[in-house]
């Protein structure tokens, strides 16, 4: 079978009309655009709330010591019963 380059030529034809599509539009936009005037847009003030970080917020206070110490003692702690057994025994004894 011999190799066929007609699916390049049908592409390239499609890129071509797609970009004087393109430029037809570009044109007609450009010869709209010079008989307007521009418009300005309407200006309105802006307006910024800036609050701080702070303990009365709450915000700040999440992350100091003080509040993470207290966190901590918060917490419920088991305690835990310790055997007097050699460790190194109870391993040797599962690979044996």
Known sequence: MKPSLAHV???????????????EA??????????EEPEAPELKPVMLK?????????E???MTHGYLKHLQDQEEWIKLQINDRDVRS??????V
Do not use: M, S, T
């Open 60 to 62: 700040g206070r999440r």
């Open 90 to 95: 109870v391993c040797c004894r599962r690979y």
């Open 9 to 23: 030529d049908e592409d390239e034809a499609r890129r071509k009309e797609a970009e004087r599509a393109l430029e």
């Open 50 to 58: 800036i609050r701080a970080k702070g303990p009365d917020r709450g």
């Open 26 to 35: 570009a044109a007609a936009e450009a010869a709209e655009a010079n008989d």
